[in-house]
């Protein structure tokens, strides 16, 4: 969750650790901090955003060209200056930040205690600095030695970036759980808990594996060691990002660029693999596997949050199209509960980062009983990229709003095409139905377009709802899925409590919750549910709740019936969700926006979820 970055070379520190923790912003806010090594190890850290920490450097010295800076999302202690990172040792002679949770750091802290350590925080992280410390002067270690030491006694998950005052031209870190990646320039390195930082000084990146530990020196060549002592060869890669895409480009929030962005999105996230003019679609990363998902008995899919809702569109894509059941699950619940894996079942695991620690570890039991696991993800050489046995990137580009928008169109066309590929591939869809299918796909980026022009009507009906304190969001069929994401959405950046139901389902229950005050958002465009729908509005009207429907171009039953209406041009109802989720994204980020709310960093969220 939280955000590294560091830096040891030939340039002023400072300035590229603070740029860096306003790209890394989005992985946590509650707290930064920076520390410098010029002789002396100087560190400045406060409570609150990046900006924060700006203005508490302001007048005093920050020179070095050896730094770490860290921005928390608190999971141990509460956000404060004291738990804020940088953490030193007992010695005050290094520090260190990390990103992930040590598990056993209680049983840990109360040995240290034993042995004369003090400690000022609340954190975990504080117990792993001292521990090093503790091994290094106990032992008589070089550094690197007591980390690795250090690393084998721990449990948990972590990313840590260590500087000492007794090695002044060297940064170690290690991984595990945690994603971290150095960047190589001439003489000098760059690391962050994602390339966002790097772009814009090097190409030329190092992921870390798990397990692993970095030697990054001031000149020379960067050495890996895992923490049983063996060497690694590094294995440099090339970045595709391009520093534009880290900007706002004119836009007020990083959120609007990104719905606004969703034409070029779904388009490059179809790019190449679908190609109607030859009535094809290839997938080139599951090509290897596709048998698999052929001899499948069963799906299962495993994702957390917006990734969850994509998955559930998923499921009735696979089975609708492809005739293959599906099981859809919470990954921080499938690794818990025991599962019934099978070794040929087709695990597809979604995650936007390609690093959500729950879903990785549902990987890593999925495939310890033999099944075949599939990524969808969006981070070029992420974890979840590096671990899965193949897989398909979505090419959304970065998505730096906390709450998700481009990512869950891209993840849903990427699952779109792979379902409408096996099915072909299986002979369970008629010709004629996959070109029509496939021809619509190749619509979708310009039908996105024209439910853009709906915005300045969005934003009145907004502005009519923004004071309400409960929202209902209703759809059946594809549509369901659709309507537990734009719940999501208002929820997460507008702190508007809303639930997403199935339809049908709002009589068993939160219908008693409707009356006068209460909105309801219903997904009623034409498929085979309409009529059914239609009935559902016409329950809740009866109790005088106050209707927004999305409904296809020139509906004028629902028109009739609702409050308003948010017209989206017609698309068969199996990506239809590619449609009707852009409404409910506006919806939500204008509400934000009227109600003051920081829409890119919405209170208690942070965009990768590297812990548990």
Same mark, same amino acid.
């Given at each position: 969750?939280?955000g590294?970055?560091?830096?040891i070379?030939h340039?002023e520190?400072y300035?590229i ?7 890394l912003e989005?992985r946590?806010?509650d707290?930064a901090g ?5 002789g002396?190890?100087?560190?400045f850290k406060c409570?609150?955003k990046?900006s924060?920490?700006?203005?508490f450097t ?7 060209t050896i ?10 202690g509460?956000?404060n200056d004291?738990n804020?990172?940088?953490h030193y040792s007992?010695?005050?002679?290094m520090?260190m930040i990390h990103?992930?949770i040590?598990?056993n ?10 042995r ?10 504080e ?10 002067q ?14 084998n ?10 500087? *000492?005052k ?6 170690l870190?290690a ?11 001439k003489?000098e390195?760059?690391?962050a ?12 990146v ?6 692993e530990?970095?030697f ?6 960067l050495k ?9 060869t ?5 970045l ?5 895409a880290?900007e706002?480009?004119?836009?007020d ?9 969703q034409?070029?999105?779904?388009k490059d996230?179809?790019r ?10 290839n997938l ?5 596997y596709?048998q698999?998902?052929?001899n499948?008995k ?15 569109v998923?499921?009735?894509l696979?089975?609708?199209l492809a ?5 859809v ?7 818990y509960?025991?599962?019934i894996?099978y070794?040929?079942? &087709?695990v ?5 980062s390609?690093?959500?620690?729950d879903t990785?570890?549902?990987i890593?039991?999925?495939?310890s009983?033999?099944?075949?696991i599939?990524?969808?993800c ?5 974890t979840?990229a ?5 897989? *398909? ?9 906390v709450?998700s928008?481009k990512?869950?169109?891209?993840? &849903?066309?990427?699952l ?7 099915a072909h591939?299986?002979?369970v869809?008629?010709?004629?139905r996959?070109?029509?299918?496939i ?10 377009e024209?439910?853009?022009?709906t ?6 009906i907004?502005d *009519?709802y923004?004071n ?13 899925p659709?309507?537990l994401?734009g719940?999501l959405k ?5 702190y508007?409590h809303a639930?997403?139901?199935?339809a049908a ?5 939160p219908i008693?919750?409707i009356?006068?005050e209460?909105? &309801? ?5 034409k498929g085979?549910?309409?009529?059914k729908?239609?009935s559902?509005?016409q ?7 106050k ?16 409050d308003?209406?948010?017209?989206i041009p ?6 239809v969700q590619?449609?009707? &989720?852009i409404?409910?994204?506006l919806?939500s980020y204008?509400?934000?926006?009227m109600?003051?709310c920081?829409?890119d960093?919405p209170r ?9």
């Open positions: 969750m939280c590294i970055v560091a830096y070379g340039r520190a300035p650790l603070i740029k860096g923790l306003h790209r989005y946590g806010y707290s920076i520390a410098l090594l010029n002396n190890l100087q560190v409570k609150g990046v924060n920490l700006e203005k302001e007048g005093k010295s920050k020179s070095g730094g770490i800076g860290h921005t928390r999302w608190a999971t141990h509460e956000p004291v804020a990172h940088p007992e010695s005050k002679n520090v990103n992930g040590i598990e750091y209680a049983p840990l802290k109360e040995q240290l205690k034993k004369g350590h003090t400690f000022t925080s609340e954190t975990d992280t117990v792993l600095i001292h521990l090093i410390e503790d091994i290094q106990s032992d008589n270690l070089k550094l690197g030695d007591a980390v690795r030491v250090a690393l006694q721990v449990v948990g998950a972590y990313a840590i970036v260590v500087l *000492s007794t090695n002044p031209d060297e940064l870190a991984k595990k759980g945690s994603p971290l990646v150095i960047g190589i320039g003489d390195f760059f690391l808990s994602d390339a966002t930082p790097i772009v814009e000084y090097t190409k030329n190092v992921y870390l594996e798990d397990g530990i970095a990054i020196p001031r000149k020379g060549e890996i060691k895992t923490i049983s002592n063996k060497a690694v590094p294995y440099v890669q090339e595709q990002i391009q520093l534009e880290l706002k480009g004119g836009f929030h990083f959120m609007l660029k990104e719905i606004y962005e034409p070029r999105s779904i996230s179809m190449g693999r679908l190609l109607p003019d030859k009535g094809i679609i080139g990363g599951i090509v290897e596709e698999k998902f052929l499948a069963r799906i299962l899919i495993v994702a957390c949050g917006t990734s969850w809702h994509a998955g559930l998923a499921e009735y696979f089975e609708d005739r293959i059941p599906v099981e699950e919470y990954a921080s619940e499938f690794r509960r025991n599962p894996i070794e040929d079942d &087709v597809i695991a979604i995650s936007q390609g690093e959500t620690a990785l570890a549902a890593e039991l999925a495939k009983k033999g099944a075949t599939i990524g969808v969006n981070v070029v050489g992420s979840i590096r671990t899965t046995h193949a897989g *398909s990137y979505t090419h959304a580009g970065p998505e730096i709003g709450a928008t990512a869950f169109t891209a993840q &849903v066309t990427v779109t095409l792979m379902a409408l590929q096996i591939r299986k002979g869809v008629p010709e004629s996959f070109h029509q299918l021809s619509e796909l190749d619509l979708v980026p310009e039908k996105v024209r439910v853009l022009k915005n300045e009507q969005i934003k009145y907004a *009519s923004k309400s304190r409960n929202f209902l969001y209703l759809g059946r069929g594809y549509s369901f659709v309507a994401e719940a208002l929820k997460e950046i507008s508007i639930e997403g139901y199935p389902e709002m009589k068993h229950g008693a919750l009356d006068h209460m909105p &309801v958002v219903v997904i009623a465009t085979a549910s309409y009529e729908v239609v559902n509005i329950e809740v009207k009866a109790r005088k709740g209707i927004i429907a999305v409904v296809t171009e020139g509906d004028t039953i629902v028109k009739s019936l609702a308003f209406t948010i017209e017609e698309v068969d109802e199996i990506i590619l449609i009707s &989720v409404p409910l994204q919806l204008h509400i934000a926006v109600r003051g920081n829409v960093q208690n969220l942070a965009k990768s979820v590297t812990v548990e």
